[in-house]
Structure formats: C-alpha cells, structure tokens
C-alpha cells in the first residue's frame, strides 16, 4: 500500500544502512512495470537490465511478468544482500550504473525506477546504458516531473520536502537532452497518474517514524507542524486518498 509515497532519498541516502527496512515502506509496483512492459515487444531470449534494482522488488515482478532473463544492478551491497534473499533467478550484480560490467549491446531493455535523482551525474549513466543495449534496445527512465512532486500527499503536510526534492530531480527536458545528447532516438516523456490508493493508518506510522527520508531532510519545527496537521486529519476521519503520478521517460537505440 504504501509503495509509491515519496521514499525518495537524498543523493546522500546510505543505501546499506536503509536497506533492511526497505521493503516496509516500498514494495514493487505491478501497474509501473505493466506499463514499462506494454511499451516493448519481447522475445524468450530477450535480456532486461534493472539499473539501481534496490531490493529487486521491480526486477522480480517483470521476471514474473516476461519471459525474458532479468539483470539487476545495484551500488548497495545492503540491498543487493535483500535482493538475493528472494531473486535466486535473478542475475544480480554490484556495480555502478556509471560503469556498467556488460559487453557492448548485451540487452533488449534498460530501465530505472526512483534512481535519475540519486545520480551525482546523469550522462555518464546515460552513456553506458546506450553502450550496454542492442540495436532497437529500449531505455525507460521512470521518475517525477516538478510539477508531479508537488502533488505528493508528503508535499501536502510537509511542503517543505517539494522544494527539496525539486532541487535533486532533474527536469524532465533536461534528462531527454541527456538521452539524445548520448544517441538515443525517438526520445519521450509520458506523465502517468495511477489509480488512487486510500492512505491508511500505516501512512500516519511511517510518518510517526520518519520512514520517509524526506522527512529528515527539512527542519524539526516543519515535520511537528506537519504531523500535527497529519494527525488531525486522521483523527477528524478524513479519507486520505493518493494517485501517484510519474513520468516515463523513454528513447530508443537505432540502429
Ligand atoms: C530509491 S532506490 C530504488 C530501488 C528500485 N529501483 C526501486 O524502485 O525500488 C534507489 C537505488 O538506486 C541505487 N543507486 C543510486 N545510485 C546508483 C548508481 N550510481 N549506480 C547503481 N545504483 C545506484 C541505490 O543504491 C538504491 O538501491
């Protein structure tokens, strides 16, 4: 339930030490992938590179949804460690998405869930993923335009997070200037709204409990004043509903 609200992180999140108590404020996300998925024609040997596969909760649910052979890559060796206990299928490697440890055109898809804004530098991922995919391979970005950050249910309560988080990701034009700018084609952003999910007392908990990194991130007196509002809201039996919303950023390798 609490899957897509704002775990974002800060380019400076210690993924190792988060790593254990990832999967209770995230889980893979079926309609996210479904979506990546219905975008690209695969085959049974078709390859699927996960760059910054976390947990792997994503990379797991399309190895379930495809008949293609799952990669995951990640720079934690914490969430690496989650990743295997549940991927024994699954190829999982630790490595940097600036240094990809694969021959030249080895997959038919790339794709990053949550990880253009942890990137201390975006072209040289971009540049490797073109190198790693194969003629007609696809690439999928999928992370939040400004304009969705700001309709967050975090940005809501808490709206000093928006601002911070605006300042760690990257405009969507700009990423698609990295795409083009490394060779990719057909370059384009598709904003997506998902069905909207109803925020129940374990939202208020993880809220209690600083589960989302942002939370850490803006002053004491910001976070008392937005749980108490938080709180009141519940209290008063208000129906918190969410629709997360994300862009999907897309370009394709020509041959
Ligand atoms: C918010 S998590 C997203 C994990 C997963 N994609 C998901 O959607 O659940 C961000 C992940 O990106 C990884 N990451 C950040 N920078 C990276 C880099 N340069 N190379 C590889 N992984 C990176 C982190 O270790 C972390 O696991």
Redesign the pocket.
Known sequence: MSRRID???TKN?D?DKVAEG?DQV?T??PEMMHQILSEVFLGRNSTIL??????A??TLLVSRNSHARLVG????SG?LHEAKKKTPEIHLAH????HLPFGNMTFDLAF????LH???DVPP?INETFRVLRASGEFCI?TQSHEQIDHRMTTRFFPATAEIDKGRYPNIEVAKKHLRAAGFTNVRSKPFTFARIPLEDEYLETVEKKGYSMLHKISEVEYQEGLKELRAAYAAGARLEYAPRYTFIWGSKST
């Open positions: 775990l974002a992180g999140v993924y990832y995230r893979g996300d996960d760059i910054g596969c976390g947990t909760n994503n890559i990640d720079l934690s969430m490595a940097s998405a600036n990053m869930t949550e990880v942890h990137l201390a991922v999928v």
